[in-house]
């Protein structure tokens, strides 16, 4: 099975500040990635896909970038909706997997 | 208006069974492939299991901590997915999303069903 390892695991932050999480996989994915925000008691939505291609919908604030092993989702300017869970997954072989999530926090 | 709706969690003693299931509406439901995915109290996602569009069979893909345990199907008509669990464990306590696939990501979710396994 491919690991997905975010870091960092937990991050706090100011409104208006620059924030990445990187995704690191076990072996290499090509760009079958994609990113995901969870707010408590909510589904995840899907923010990226293919590694960098923007979900229709979703701020032009966030991206993404990487292929291979190594993938990062940066936020430019923080807005207060944006403090959540994000998660990664990989798409390129069964099982698909996702990483342990990264928790983004108000400073 | 592109929406899942599960239904059927609920409560089950351990070795028992609960088939959940999932009702699609506002797009083609033929043409995607679609998930499931849960969430363990307090944890993170762990995607469950798949079933491919008609394109490709309807055929489905399980995580190995459900396959023989988990049927994955749909109905097309009903434009609905199912999933049989059987042999339930504690550990298969979590909300279970319905999501649907597309492009190469998992962009529409349902708002979950809470199974919980427990003597």
């Known amino acids: 099975d491919i690991q997905l390892t975010q870091s960092p695991s937990f991050l706090s932050a100011s409104v208006g500040d620059r924030v990445t999480i990187t995704c690191r996989a076990s072996?290499?994915?090509?760009?079958?990635l994609a990113w995901y925000q969870q707010k408590p008691g909510k589904a995840p939505k899907l923010l990226i896909y293919s590694a960098s291609t923007l979900q229709s919908g979703v701020p032009s604030r966030f991206s993404g970038s990487g292929s291979g092993t190594e993938f990062t989702l940066t936020i430019s300017s923080l807005q207060p909706e944006d403090f959540a869970t994000y998660y990664c997954?990989?798409?390129?072989?069964?099982?698909?997997?996702f990483g342990q999530g990264a928790r983004l926090e108000i400073k | 208006e592109v929406q899942l709706v599960e239904s059927g969690g609920g409560l089950v003693q351990p070795g028992g069974s609960l088939k959940l299931s999932c009702a699609a509406s506002g797009f083609t439901f033929s043409d995607h492939y679609m998930d499931w995915v849960r969430q363990a109290p307090g944890k993170g996602l762990e995607w469950v299991g798949r079933?491919?569009?008609?394109?490709?069979?309807?055929?489905?893909e399980y995580a190995a901590s459900v396959k023989g345990r988990f049927t994955i199907s749909r109905e097309e008509s009903k434009k609905s997915l199912y999933m049989q669990m059987n042999s339930l464990k504690t550990e298969d306590t979590a909300v279970y999303y319905c999501?649907?696939?597309?492009?190469?990501?998992?962009?529409?979710w349902g708002q979950g069903t809470t199974v919980t396994v427990s003597s």
């Open positions: 072996q290499g994915i090509s760009s079958s």
């Open positions: 999501v649907r696939m597309h492009k190469r990501g998992m962009d529409v």
């Open positions: 997954q990989q798409l390129n072989s069964y099982p698909i997997t």
């Open positions: 079933t491919r569009d008609k394109s490709n069979g309807y055929t489905t």
